[in-house]
């Protein structure tokens, strides 16, 4: 499609790329969302002529959405309009000169289908349409009417601007790219005028020498090499982004049907695996072992500040036997309070009610149950979204949900900042203090590296924790998944709050970390006592 649809003559620049690419996938979320080609189309024209922090579609992106709407209806509207404008001055919220590219995409489609009205022609004079938009509208019609257009866009155009000559070069550049359509003997002597009136520099000469040969100019094949190397880059773009997409319902799928089952009603709870006896750990750890497979070993048991964890090895990353417990998913009063002393003692109020703002995506407090897993130690390194989606297909394992995330990430304890305890990680020395002890600054469920890396949650995000599921599961739907940390991609800090991503209840959409994704995976155990 976008091979078919794509009018790139010239070398696109990165950023006309990466905003195809997003219009690419706005058109694609509103086709998902039940609009109409001609429902979509209509929003493509509001875009492109109003002033967005990004550029509104180009007119590749309108040609293409042109193409796909059936009959010439919207087209003829959009050139009725802008004759209706006329002199006028430019319509609040938008920019004449986008009004008139969209008007020469719109002309085109009409002249392809054989409905181009004359009175139209006009709205070409002032246009600064890219030339392959032009030669399609040429094309279409027949020889007498392109001469009389060309003429007329000759004769109008605008040139106060411009001195003479320089105005005289630039029009015979753009009739010598016309030539293959349109070369009558009227046009051959406004070009003998126009090389009479225009100074003499390398571009003009090579332009009277392009003239004196009588051959066409020749057309680069569409798209040229480098657009085509675009091309494919787009292609691939939105193949990545697609297949990132697909994270959160694999993950949700992962969340139900990747655990292991164990007859161990001890691990219900912290307390309940701490009064379990030395004999009984070894059996369970070793019953876990034999449940999840070859690709798992038995380490031993360690202690980390707490109750004796047992550590498994699968392939080279170590994993820890969390039991179960409660957490209190969200932004507590007591970690606020932390936040407001740590302010009012720096007097640094700016980065810290940055985060106090944010407090709705971290409310409400909600008190959650979750079961016993088995966890990865750290999150794994970062890869891209879409190659993230591929890792989670390959894995026997699966994501968190939010509120294990923070069960895991806490600890076992409530209403902390960070995984290391209350103390605000508003210095770049803290960050780097604590990411050098590595394995020996794991939490007392053996677990570390929490915040630092960006890591994908089973949920759907959500802008609050109302609703949340109160056994742990993941919040379902479609959309972005909720991302926990990223803290080291941003580092070093540039003093705008980016320490608010090491806070255990912070929060982002996926699409906030479009380049890469870490996973920390896990496996839930089921135990003799649901």
């Given amino acids: 499609m976008l091979k078919d649809a794509a009018v790139i003559e010239y070398d696109p620049a990165p950023a006309t790329l990466e905003s195809t ?21 209509r929003v493509f024209l509001r875009a492109a002529v109003l002033t967005y922090d990004m550029p509104g579609p180009s007119e590749e992106m309108l040609a293409l959405v042109f193409a796909e709407v059936p009959g010439t209806a919207v087209a003829r509207e959009v050139c009725e309009y802008l004759i209706t404008l006329g002199e006028a001055p430019d319509p609040p919220g938008a920019w004449r000169w986008h009004l008139d590219r969209v008007g020469t995409v719109a002309m085109a489609r009409l002249a392809s289908d054989g409905h181009l009205d004359p009175r139209f022609d006009r709205l070409l ?15 279409a019609l027949p020889l007498e009417r392109r001469e009389a257009l060309v003429l007329s866009v000759l004769s109008r155009r605008v040139r ?24 009558t ?70 969340w139900r049907q990747r ?25 369970i750890a070793e019953a876990i072992v034999a449940a999840l497979g070859n690709d798992f070993s038995l380490v031993g048991m360690e202690r980390f500040g707490g109750p004796p964890i047992v550590v498994l090895s699968r392939e080279s990353v170590r994993f820890c036997v969390v039991p179960g417990g409660s957490v209190d998913v969200g932004f507590s009063p007591e970690e606020e309070a932390e936040i407001r002393h740590a302010a009012a003692r720096r007097n640094d109020w700016e980065e810290d009610y940055s985060v ?37 297909e390959r894995s026997p394992l699966r994501l968190p949900s939010e509120a294990e995330w923070e069960y895991l990430a806490r600890g076992g304890r409530s209403h902390q900042l960070t995984y290391r305890g209350p103390d605000v990680p508003d210095s770049e020395e803290w960050f780097e203090a604590v990411k050098a002890l590595g394995a020996d600054g794991a939490n007392t469920f053996g677990l570390y590296g929490f915040g630092f890396e960006a890591e994908a949650c089973a949920d759907v995000f959500h802008p609050g924790h109302d609703g949340l599921p ?18 080291a991609y941003v580092y070093p800090w540039q003093g705008c709050g980016e320490w608010h991503l090491l806070l255990s209840a912070m929060r982002t959409p996926q699409t906030t970390w479009e380049y890469a994704l870490s996973l920390r995976f896990v496996i839930g155990i089921q135990t003799g006592r649901t």
């Fill in 356 to 392: 106090l703002d944010e407090l709705d995506l971290m409310r409400p407090l909600t008190r959650v149950e979750v079961g016993p897993m088995v966890v990865a130690q750290a999150p794994s390194s970062p890869v891209p979204p879409h190659a993230a989606t591929d890792e989670l």
């Fill in 125 to 139: 004079v002032g246009s600064t349409a890219p030339m392959p938009v032009v030669r399609a509208l040429l094309a």
């Fill in 160 to 183: 106060s601007v411009l001195a003479p000559w320089d105005f005289a070069a630039i029009m015979l550049d753009w009739l010598l790219a016309l030539r293959d359509l349109v070369d």
């Fill in 21 to 41: 690419a997003r219009w690419m996938r706005i058109r694609d979320e509103l086709a998902a969302a039940g609009l109409t080609p001609t429902e979509i189309l």
């Fill in 470 to 487: 109160a056994d742990g599961s993941p919040r379902r739907g479609t959309g972005p998944r909720v991302t926990k940390g990223g803290a």
């Fill in 259 to 283: 655990f292991i089952t164990v007859e161990a009603p001890e691990l219900v709870s912290v307390a309940a695996w701490a009064a379990t006896s030395e004999r009984r750990r070894l059996q």
């Fill in 185 to 254: 003997p009227t046009l051959t002597a406004v070009r003998a005028g126009l090389i009479s009136k225009a100074r003499g520099s390398d571009r003009i000469e090579e332009l009277i020498t392009e003239e004196a040969s009588g051959t066409p100019r020749p057309i680069h094949s569409r798209p040229t090499p480098t657009a085509q190397q675009a091309l494919q880059y787009l292609s691939n773009k939105r193949a990545a982004e697609r297949r990132a997409e697909e994270l959160g319902p694999l993950a949700e799928r992962a």
